[in-house]
């Protein structure tokens, strides 16, 4: 099977269903950035030892990927079985959250990303899945979005920067938190 097709030459790409739209539409533009926040959390994979987190994250992955196929697809034309993402998916970054809290120091301030290489990563990871939120509810409002993926994205963030925080734990760095002047 041949890498390309040559078919996107024009600027245009085909989605689930055989609908052509620009390689600047914002569906692609959403599911790209999936894709994007994907190769994020694999470098977060490569980079952590931290078992449970492994394991959470590489279900995340695989979920990223639920997420990309339903946004690739055109909700009038698609006829293809698309897997599933349930409220359990949101239930469970929810946890693992709780779980990374309860070992945390509260948090009164702001933090500056950083602390490590590690816990920076975690920080732009968290930063694209914004943006891929942003865009997901960008493209729900011209075309329905089912709920539970702007759920889940808008989960995945506050577990990326709870993780952030729990990298820094582990690793023994510090957190800088934000005074402003003034």
Not at 18 to 36: L, M
Not at 59 to 86: C, E, K, N, Y
Not at 158 to 171: G, K, M, N, V, W
Request: net charge negative; charged share 25%; aromatic share 6%.
């Amino acid at each position: 099977m041949k890498i390309y097709t040559k078919t996107g030459d024009k600027g245009e790409t085909g989605l689930i269903g055989g609908t052509r739209v620009s390689k600047a539409h914002v569906r692609i533009d959403a599911y790209g950035t999936v894709d994007e926040l994907n190769s994020w959390i694999g470098l977060l994979r490569a980079e952590i030892t931290d078992q449970r987190q492994l394991n959470v994250l590489e279900q995340v992955q695989d979920r990223l990927f639920t997420i990309g196929s339903h946004l690739a697809a055109d909700p009038l034309r698609s006829r293809m079985t698309l897997p599933d993402l349930t409220e359990a998916d949101v239930r469970l970054l929810e946890q693992e959250i709780d779980e990374m809290n309860t070992q945390l120091p509260e948090l009164r301030s702001f933090i500056l990303p950083g602390g490590n290489v590690v816990a920076s990563h975690a920080h732009l990871a968290r930063c694209v899945c914004r943006r891929a939120e942003r865009l997901v509810v960008a493209l729900n409002s011209e075309s329905t979005v089912e709920a539970v993926l702007l759920e889940y994205l808008n989960r995945l963030s506050d577990y990326l920067f709870a993780l952030s925080r729990y990298i820094c734990l582990l690793l023994g760095s510090e957190e800088i938190k934000w005074m402003p002047r003034g």
